[in-house]
């Protein structure tokens, strides 16, 4: 069963342009998760989709948004690029998250930098 | 709020040696806990998750988790080099769409 996918992996944009990154799930999960991570910190929760639905957000502004389609793919959009918006940004496909035993599985993510 | 407390380390075990990792949570309602390893710019892979009290083995690794302490550790035994990572604990409570995260522990295993 192929793993998590990522497009693109690597990313270069400059100040105030934006940024579409994708994710496509692993074949049967329906619950696609959204991390940002910056250079030694923690995984920072940007939002969740299960079937074409958000139903969580992290704290975050309105500029980072997302989608997800009826095939579970799912797609963030970074509007108005700031340098600080430069991370390794994953994404994490599970069954379906709040099960008792449900795990995440992440894709190689998306290096984004700023400039 | 929600919290997931892990030692940010690093944590320096010689090779061979036993590591434990150790992670604290603040809702009792939590039900389901993994342990995740992420190389320095790769993206975390599942270790092992646990739900129950007690014991949960997995070849070298060992999760052991205590409700009434709310504490969930991982045991690594027989140490090696390539265990050198950062682990991420990550807790899920039913009905909460999303896993709480600890900052990581960067363990380091010296030759």
């Known amino acids: 069963k192929a793993g998590v996918t990522q497009t693109p992996r690597y990313l270069i944009k400059t100040r105030g342009q934006q940024v579409t990154l994708s994710c496509s799930p692993i074949?049967?999960?329906?619950?696609v998760s959204w991390y940002q991570q910056t250079p030694g910190q923690g995984l920072q929760f940007l939002f969740e989709?299960?079937?074409?639905?958000?139903?969580n957000k992290g704290n975050f502004p309105g500029r980072f948004s997302g989608r997800q389609f009826s095939n579970s793919r799912s797609e963030m959009n970074v509007s108005t690029l700031e340098l600080g918006d430069s991370a390794l940004y994953l994404c994490?496909?599970?069954?379906?998250?709040?099960?008792?035993?449900?795990?995440?599985?992440f894709g190689p993510g998306t290096r984004l930098t700023v400039l | 709020q929600k919290e997931v407390e892990q030692n940010s380390g690093p944590l320096s075990v010689p090779e061979g040696a036993i590591a434990s990792l150790n992670c604290t949570y603040s809702d009792r309602g939590s039900q389901s806990f993994f342990w995740y390893r992420q190389y320095s710019g790769k993206s975390p892979e599942l270790i092992m998750f646990i739900y129950s009290n007690g014991d949960k083995e997995d070849g070298r690794f060992t999760a052991q988790l205590n409700k009434a302490s709310q504490y969930v550790s991982l045991l690594i035994r027989d140490s090696q080099p390539s265990d050198s990572a950062t682990y991420l604990c990550?807790?899920?409570?039913?009905?909460?769409?999303?896993?709480?995260w600890g900052a990581g522990t960067k363990l380091i295993i010296k030759p």
């Open positions: 989709y299960f079937s074409e639905t958000q139903r």
């Open positions: 990550a807790v899920n409570t039913r009905g909460n769409y999303q896993l709480i």
């Open positions: 074949s049967g999960h329906r619950s």
């Open positions: 994490a496909s599970s069954w379906e998250a709040g099960g008792d035993t449900d795990t995440q599985y």
